[in-house]
């Protein structure tokens, strides 16, 4: 009965010290994801972003030759930066995984999975939008057909046109009389709030 009892010691205690070691490895994994950080920089570099091992943005750097461009532009720029720059969490996920838990751990393998589902690799470079129309128009649409013309067969006015008039400017209103019993405050002279 000894031997059992002592094998069951040494087996508890085995159990013990790798679950406290697993818990220590998986608390440095925890520890490593936490300070994942990654930078990403545009191609022309005008645009440098950073962010964390969630994929938020904890920096965003625009230089000086960024001034003259569009903000559509600009902006897209900004989210492939991004997008380039969480692309690469997977990789430091897998990477601090394995110096801390191993790849084999199936806890590991469902977040890396997931880190690959939430930042897939960027879309190829989309082209620029076009640029927008500056040109401010009042009149009817292009769309729109013309106005149709009137026929011709008719025979022209017997007066000649008269020139436009400019508008008459609006008359003013007649203002009222005010009576002689009439009271300004409708109150009878004492106060409402008395």
């Known amino acids: 009965m000894p031997d059992s009892v002592d094998a069951s010691e040494r087996m508890v205690d085995d159990w013990t010290r790798k679950i406290q070691e697993q818990a220590q490895r998986y608390q440095a994994m925890a520890a490593r994801v936490e300070d994942i950080s990654v930078t990403e920089t545009s191609p022309d570099k005008a645009v440098q972003v950073t962010i964390n091992s969630k994929g938020l943005l904890t920096d965003l750097s625009i230089s000086e030759s960024a001034q003259g461009r569009r903000m559509a532009e600009l902006s897209m720029q900004i989210m492939r930066t991004v997008q380039a720059a969480q692309s690469r969490i997977p990789e430091r996920l897998q990477q601090a995984m394995a110096e801390t838990i ?34 401010l128009r009042f009149g009817p649409e292009d769309d729109e057909p013309p106005p ?16 436009p008039q400019a508008p008459q400017p609006p008359q003013p209103r007649p203002r009222r009389r005010p009576s002689a019993d009439d009271d300004d405050d409708d109150f009878g002279g004492r106060s409402i709030l008395s």
Not at 105 to 115: G, I
Not at 151 to 161: D, E, F, G, L, W
């Open 102 to 135: 191993g790849t084999q751990d199936q806890a590991a393998t469902k977040v890396f999975e997931d880190a690959k589902r939430l930042f897939p690799e960027p879309p190829q470079d989309e082209p620029a939008p076009p640029a927008p129309d500056r040109e």
């Open 148 to 163: 149709a013309a009137p026929p011709r067969h008719q025979a022209p006015p017997s007066t000649p046109p008269q020139s």
